[in-house]
C-alpha cells in the first residue's frame, strides 16, 4: 500500500505563490499516474494536474500556464509549484497516486492541506 503526506498549503495574497508536497511512503515502487486534485466548498473535487504513467502532463484550464506539477522520484515526493494565485484557487488540494497492489492498480488519496487565497 501507498501512504501520502500533503504539506505547503497556507493563507496567501492573491498574485502570490506557494508549492505543495506530498511525501509517499511505502511501496512506492508501485506508483504509476500521479496528480493533485482539489474541492471547494459547494463544489465537487477536481482535477488540477496530473502526470500520467506514460510521462504525460495535463492541467485544468484554470490553471494552465500558472501551476506547474512534478515529481522526484529519489525523494518519493509529488509537488505543485502554485504561481499568480486567484481567490478562486481557495480550496482543499489532495494528492492522489495510482499503485498496483495485491494484483490490481488501486488509488491513494493524502489527507489534503488548505489552501486559502485572499483578494
Known amino acids: 500500500q501507498v501512504q501520502l503526506v500533503e504539506s505547503g498549503g497556507g493563507l496567501v495574497q492573491a498574485g502570490g505563490s506557494l508549492t505543495l508536497s506530498c511525501v509517499a511512503s511505502?511501496?512506492?515502487?508501485?506508483?504509476?499516474?500521479i496528480g493533485w486534485y482539489r474541492q471547494a466548498p459547494g463544489k465537487q473535487r477536481e482535477l488540477v494536474a496530473g502526470?500520467?504513467?506514460?510521462?504525460?502532463?495535463n492541467y485544468a484550464d484554470s490553471v494552465k500556464g500558472r501551476f506547474t506539477i512534478s515529481r522526484d522520484n529519489a525523494k518519493n515526493t509529488l509537488y505543485l509549484q502554485m504561481n499568480s494565485l486567484k481567490p478562486e484557487d481557495t480550496a482543499v488540494y489532495y494528492c492522489?497516486?495510482?499503485?498496483?497492489?495485491?494484483?490490481?492498480?488501486?488509488?491513494?488519496w493524502g489527507q489534503g492541506t488548505q489552501v486559502t487565497v485572499s483578494s
Open positions: 492522489r497516486v495510482t499503485a498496483y497492489y495485491s494484483g490490481s492498480n488501486r488509488l491513494y
Open positions: 511505502g511501496s512506492t515502487f508501485s506508483i504509476s499516474a
Open positions: 502526470i500520467s504513467s506514460g510521462g504525460n502532463t
